[in-house]
């Protein structure tokens, strides 16, 4: 069986358009984002000032610049992503709700507070989280469901 020079530069054609995770380019920056703001697997309630510091986590269009709520889902990004599909039902505009409750720790803006020295409050909860999806992937953290 002989396979043809213009069959092998298709297959690296079709290869190279997508990621190691078949994720649209489209999606790449948005996806990132989602995870720089929200993935915290190992973030706690008493953590919210340095990681919203390191994360450089921000508000742009306000006028302190501080975001005023930043949630951190303490799940791995398997476990996230899987809402956008069998893990989560859709709730219409591209929402999903989780099927399966996940541990948060949601950080609230003190009153009071200006970019760059934001100071937040932390609580932890265990909630169904209603993330924003796009072809399958996290690209908005919507909100937490206390009584889903």
């Known amino acids: ?3 043809h020079a213009s069959a092998v530069i298709l297959l690296l054609i ?3 358009s997508f990621t190691a995770n078949g994720q649209p380019d489209d999606i790449k920056p948005r996806y990132q984002k989602f995870l720089n703001q929200h993935l915290g697997p190992h973030v706690n309630e008493h953590a919210c000032d340095k990681e919203i510091r390191n994360r450089d986590i921000t508000a742009s269009g306000t006028t302190n ?3 005023e709520v930043n949630t951190f889902i303490q799940a791995n990004k398997n476990n ?3 809402v956008c599909g069998e ?3 859709p709730q219409g505009n591209n929402l999903f709700k989780s099927n399966q409750r ?3 720790v949601t950080c609230k803006l003190q009153s009071g507070q200006r970019h760059p020295n934001c100071k937040y409050r932390g609580k932890k909860s265990t909630r169904n989280i ?4 796009d072809r399958g992937w996290p ?3 919507e909100e937490g469901i206390i009584n889903a």
Do not use: R, S
């Open 1 to 3: 069986m002989e396979i």
């Open 14 to 16: 079709l290869a190279a």
């Open 65 to 67: 610049g501080c975001k």
């Open 80 to 82: 996230i992503n899987v």
């Open 87 to 89: 893990g989560g039902t």
């Open 102 to 104: 996940f541990p948060l």
């Open 130 to 133: 209603v993330l924003g999806c």
């Open 139 to 141: 690209v908005h953290y």
